[in-house]
């Protein structure tokens, strides 16, 4: 167990939707990091959150957005969902710059 | 970040040590070495780092040359729960980065 918990698991839903993917980071760890994930695929950074201030940006499609609250959880929101953002998730945290990445189990995102 | 570059797969036998390679040639004097693996589509477990020194943990050994262009990740007694995607990257210290990852090695440990 990394610390690191991600909900929900798994999610089925519908092209065009929105979905909310969270993430609760190890207690104490600042910074945030968010992965796409696609079948057979490497990892893609999307984004990175530092005490709530985006830190870093990969190729994050403009349909995604995320954010880093006051308690340092953090939300990945996905809209006007596509077949191919069918993906897992994950969600990582650190305590430090550059340290350890410690990683969540994923949300595994399926749109129909 | 610098680049990394790893071969796509590799097989070692049950209890004989794995040596994963890694060349990152571009890499800067404030990159360190960082070693992860993915076990099937679990989330990616951290196994060690370095920036000039070898360094040894429960887990690996990480041996880096002296140019630091390249690095060996080793595993001494290679189990069947060490089959999974090893990924070498590598990090600098502070400021804004995007924290990449590459394709890895997919080690396989046979019987």
């Known amino acids: 167990d990394s610390g690191v918990t991600q909900t929900p698991k798994h999610l089925i839903t519908a092209t065009g939707q929105r979905v909310t993917l969270r993430c609760s980071p190890r207690s104490g760890d600042l910074s945030v990091y968010w992965y796409q994930q696609s079948l057979d695929q490497g990892l893609q950074f999307l984004i990175q959150y530092y005490n709530g201030e985006e830190r870093a940006k990969g190729n994050i499609l403009e349909r995604f957005s995320a954010q880093q609250f006051p308690d340092l959880h953090s939300e990945l929101n996905l809209s006007s969902l596509e077949l191919g953002d069918s993906a897992l998730y994950f969600c990582?945290?650190?305590?430090?710059?550059?340290?350890?990445?410690?990683f969540g189990e994923g949300s595994r995102l399926t749109v129909l | 970040d610098a680049k990394t570059t790893q071969p796509p797969s590799m097989d070692c036998a049950e209890g004989r040590a794995a040596n994963l390679p890694c060349n990152h040639s571009t890499i800067s004097g404030n990159e360190y070495v960082y070693w992860y693996r993915q076990i099937h589509s679990q989330g990616p477990q951290y196994i060690i780092h370095g920036l000039k020194n070898n360094e040894t943990n429960e887990m690996a050994s990480l041996i880096i040359t002296e140019d630091r262009k390249s690095s060996t990740l080793i595993l001494p007694h290679a189990t069947l729960r060490d089959t999974a995607v090893y990924y070498c990257?590598?990090?600098?210290?502070?400021?804004?980065?995007?924290?990449?990852f590459g394709t890895g090695t997919k080690l396989q440990v046979i019987p």
């Open positions: 990582a945290s650190s305590p430090y710059d550059p340290g350890e990445l410690f």
């Open positions: 990257i590598v990090r600098v210290s502070g400021g804004y980065q995007k924290v990449t």
